[in-house]
Nanobody, 124 residues
Framework: QLQLVESGGGLVQPGGSLRLSCAAS????????ISWFRQAPGKEREAVSC????????TSAGSVKGRFTISRDNAKNTVYLQMNSLKPEDTGIYYC?????????????????WGQGTQVAVSS
């Protein structure tokens, strides 16, 4: 059983930055893929960025490419999402999720474990 805990959300002005953390415990997660999803108010949850831990390949949604960077710290069992040049449309609850086969896929039903989410608000 894998537990995921997100942190790092908050209120930031447009153009600002935040770094989200997804800390894993309870299982060896070196063979998982870890994705960040977000859910804006009144909208469906969408995949934002993913890192496949077996080979560290990454993917990102077109709306965040060049602004968001996903990375990992093996020693801390933590995956980060560095978010720069934030826009009001980036507002939402951000979740990290683990896919046991190490596949970066956009379909949320294919993920096995989820964190509780962290709120990001981008507003002036």
């Amino acid at each position: 059983q894998l537990q995921l805990v997100e942190s790092g959300g908050g209120l930031v002005q447009p153009g600002g930055s935040l770094r989200l953390s997804c800390a894993a415990s309870g299982s060896n997660f070196d063979f998982y893929a870890i994705s960040w999803f977000r859910q804006a108010p009144g909208k469906e949850r969408e995949a934002v960025s993913c890192i496949s831990l077996p080979d560290s390949t990454t993917t990102s949604a077109g709306s965040v490419k060049g602004r968001f960077t996903i990375s990992r710290d093996n020693a801390k069992n933590t995956v980060y999402l560095q978010m720069n040049s934030l826009k009001p449309e980036d507002t939402g609850i951000y979740y990290c999720a683990a896919q046991i086969l190490g596949l970066c896929v956009p379909e949320e039903h294919r993920y096995d474990y989820w964190g509780q989410g962290t709120q990001v608000a981008v507003s002036s």
